[in-house]
């Protein structure tokens, strides 16, 4: 995480165009697809931040998430995410992108690969002199399958986003 968290900086301080670094924090609620092998109703909520660098409509970043997955039974399990994101700008304040990583989480008791796609909106921006920020929500499909001890486990499901990012 560290290492990715240092890329990242270091291309926006060694890069000769004018680019942004960008840190948005949010929070996001997962509903996970039920499936007969995992036998229970997934949801979770946490917390989440991104580290980015941008030119133009293009960025590339560090996505971290931090869940709290419960099931119908009352009991939860934490999962600890991080990705590359790849952010395309579409049209004026809407974007498309692409989360890949992995984490942890306690249902399995390992390591878990997982694949977002998803599509951004900027709800509110500002800007000043050197600083800009927006509040964003974002809505991710996420594809994520595991075999563990012979079961083959689906953690796919939806992902919505509400952030707050500052831009310098």
């Known amino acids: 995480m560290k290492k990715l968290m240092i890329a990242v900086f270091a291309l926006a301080l060694a890069s000769p ?36 660098w941008g030119m133009d409509d293009l960025t590339v970043g560090v996505y971290m998430e931090n869940d709290v997955l419960s099931d119908s ?11 590359i994101q790849i952010t395309k700008g ?14 942890n989480q306690n249902w399995i008791s390992g ?4 694949t977002d796609v998803f599509a951004s909106v900027v709800v509110l921006s500002g800007a000043g002199d050197k600083i800009s920020g927006n509040v964003k929500a ?26 707050v990012g500052l831009s310098f």
Request: charged residues 15%.
């Open 90 to 103: 579409i049209v004026k304040n809407v974007s498309v992108g692409l989360n890949l990583g992995q984490g």
């Open 138 to 163: 974002t809505v991710a499909d996420r594809f994520s399958r595991e075999v563990y001890n012979g079961w083959d486990y689906d953690f796919g499901g939806i992902v919505v986003n509400l952030s």
């Open 111 to 114: 390591p878990i690969g997982f």
């Open 73 to 83: 039974n009352g009991n939860s399990y934490p999962a600890d995410l991080i990705a």
């Open 17 to 52: 165009v004018m680019a942004t670094v960008g840190v948005d924090f949010g929070v996001n609620w997962y509903k996970v697809n039920y499936t007969d092998n995992l036998g229970d109703h997934l949801m979770g909520q946490g917390q989440n931040m991104t580290v980015s």
